[in-house]
């Protein structure tokens, strides 16, 4: 399970496979998360820079992680 916070917001997200879209057209990248979408980010490239820009709005953790740190 992957755990997904905005930072921003506080929204929270959970689920169990991210997936990374780029238009190739129009240069948006857009994030799902289990086939939802939580973010969009314009004039991007590839999915580098997509990541990138995902991961300075979400925090983000997995159940294994957290079992690890108890275990």
Same mark, same amino acid.
């Given at each position: ?37 939580? *973010? ?17 709005? *979400? ?13």
């Amino acid at each position: 399970m992957i755990n997904l916070e905005n930072i921003q917001t506080n929204e929270s997200f959970s689920g169990e496979e991210i997936e990374y879209f780029i238009d190739d057209d129009s240069l948006i990248g857009e994030v799902y998360l289990d086939g939802n979408l939580i *973010f969009q980010s314009l004039d991007v490239l590839d999915e580098e820079q997509l990541e990138a820009e995902f991961y300075k709005i *979400f925090l983000t953790s997995n159940d294994q992680d957290l079992e690890s740190a108890y275990f």
